[in-house]
């Protein structure tokens, strides 16, 4: 069968045939087995016309180039990397004094708050040896990903996704390597923002988005971001995750996507696979937002834990610090055997989602749906019923 049609000027840009970006997903369940977005996902999908993006959130700097030259052995098409650059990291810790102990970061009050929150679960309560926990550690006077930023730099990837805070610092230096910058805001102050700053592309990710997610929809927050930011061109996000998405965004003015929650569920993905399962088993109203395992605002498949952490009202922490203060949580958890109390990030479209599919299967569903949608070659919409 033909290959669909389906050309923005994303693909001009990006040097891709769809205009489907992988979103750069990190790690879930706690971050020990890596992010989501490894290179296996990331080649699948720039090899079937998309854009693969690494989650290199979930990598220490030497770790992500190593990932980087594997999604090289496995394309030859563009790709990017996607990282997280949070202004408060630590809540500012980072650049005063680190102790030994990280951990003593966190007021002791807290970390008794959450010992008993497991414990009122009946969970028994152990401390996760340093090996074993997968927080990021404090670096004196560094942020959260001042050493991935020079890998990427050093790397010269061809496309950079900042999916928080804004890589103005860096943007002379990407730009003189030819990378392609691309931001993720939530709302319209962010967009104004990061395109002032020189973004070549703003994604708008609305909070039905699973992961880090802002307060406004997806079909209200795409247009008034293309509003404020034309000339620079706008990517939506949030809820996509078939042909009738990526038309609505098109038509929306969007010059593309980006999905997560769709390729959660790829064969490809690096995905538990109870935490798999659960995002396929999910129905529509099965997330929920939390700062627990974050500090930020994170969509998540719901789970007893999360309705506990609510309920019990703890200040969350600032990111990074909010990691450090659950470190002994996901750990018990972990030894419980209770993955089903941690991090799910996932979207609200996961009710839409039934069955795992490959990378290229999902891509080419959504292109060619979408290719349909636009040709008004779809089948007329449902006669007119009597009677009723
Ligand atoms: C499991 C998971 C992990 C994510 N991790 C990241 C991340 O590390 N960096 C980032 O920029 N966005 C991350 N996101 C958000 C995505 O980039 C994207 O904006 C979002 O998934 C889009 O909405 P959708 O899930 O409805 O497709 C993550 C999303 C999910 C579901």
């Given amino acids: 069968m033909a290959r669909p049609v389906l050309r923005t000027v994303l693909c001009d840009m990006l040097g891709i045939e769809y205009p489907v970006i992988l979103a750069g997903m990190g790690p879930v369940a706690g971050g020990i087995d890596g992010p989501v977005a490894t290179a296996d996902l990331v080649a699948a999908v720039s090899n079937a016309g998309g854009l693969g993006v690494i989650g290199g959130a979930g990598y220490g700097p030497e770790r992500l180039r190593e990932e980087i030259q594997r999604v090289r052995s496995m394309t030859k098409k563009p790709f990017g990397v996607d990282l997280l650059l949070p202004s408060n990291f630590m809540g500012g810790a980072a650049s005063g004094e680190i102790p030994a102990n990280p951990r003593d970061l966190v007021p002791a009050e807290s970390r008794a708050k959450v010992r008993k929150l497991a414990e009122d679960m009946g969970l028994q309560w152990f401390e996760a040896p340093p090996a074993a926990a997968p927080a990021p550690r404090p670096r004196a006077g560094q942020g959260m990903s001042d050493g991935q930023m020079e890998v990427v730099i050093e790397e010269k990837v061809p496309v950079f996704a900042s999916g928080l805070g804004s890589p103005a610092a860096w943007m002379d230096r990407l730009k003189a390597n030819g990378t392609k910058v691309i931001c993720l805001v939530g709302n319209v102050k ?199």
């Fill in 190 to 388: 962010n967009a104004k923002r990061v395109a002032a700053s020189g973004a070549d592309i703003v994604v708008a990710q609305g909070t039905e988005a699973g992961g880090h997610t802002g307060r406004i929809a997806t079909m209200a927050l795409i247009p008034q971001v293309i509003d404020a930011v034309t000339p620079v061109p706008v990517v939506a996000a949030g809820g996509i995750a078939d042909g009738r998405g990526l038309a609505a965004a098109l038509a929306l003015g969007a010059i593309g996507v980006w999905c997560g929650t769709a390729f959660l569920v790829a064969k490809e993905a690096n995905q538990p696979g109870t935490q798999k399962a659960r995002v396929l088993a999910a129905a529509d109203e099965d997330t929920r937002i939390t700062k627990m395992y974050s500090g930020k605002t994170m969509r998540n498949i719901n789970n007893p834990m999360i309705e506990a952490w609510e309920a019990a009202g703890i200040q969350p922490m600032p990111m990074g610090l909010q990691g450090l203060l659950i470190e002994d949580l996901v750990y018990t958890c972990r030894k419980n055997g209770r993955e089903d109390l941690l991090m799910n990030a996932a979207g609200q479209i996961s009710g839409m989602l039934t069955t795992e599919r490959s990378a290229a299967d999902i891509l080419n569903g959504m292109v060619s749906q979408a290719a349909d949608i636009i040709a008004n070659r779809l089948p007329k919409a449902v006669p007119a019923t009597t009677g009723v």
